[in-house]
């Protein structure tokens, strides 16, 4: 079992930056895969970023790459997603979630199998 708890969210202005932190109890957040997804009002959940659990190998969107840098610290048990950059269209409210997935997959919600509550971004024009 993986308890996740999203921090970080808030109000920043366009062009502003943000950091979530993702912090994950248990001993074998090592053997997770992790994600970041967001849910914009009115549109489906999707994934914005993922990081195999050696950190080896990250997966981004279109939308946010260049401005979207997503890490771990296994030591720490913490995924982190620093923001910059950011459009009021990144608005949304953003969630990680755990799994062990293979990395065909991993910006495919449905394969993880922990999720934490979400945290509000919201960024103003």
Known sequence: QVQLVES?????????????????????????????????????????????RTGDDTYDVDPV?????????????????????LKPEDTAVYYCAAGRISYSNIRVQAMYDYWGQGTQVTVSS
């Open 8 to 52: 970080g969210g808030g109000l920043v202005q366009a062009g502003g930056s943000l950091r979530l932190s993702c912090a994950a109890s248990g001993r074998t957040f090592s053997m997770y895969d992790m994600g970041w997804f967001r849910q914009a009002p009115g549109k489906e959940r999707e994934c914005v970023a993922a990081i195999k």
């Open 65 to 85: 790459k260049g401005r979207f840098i997503i890490s771990r610290d296994n030591a720490q048990n913490t995924v982190y997603l620093q923001m910059n950059s």
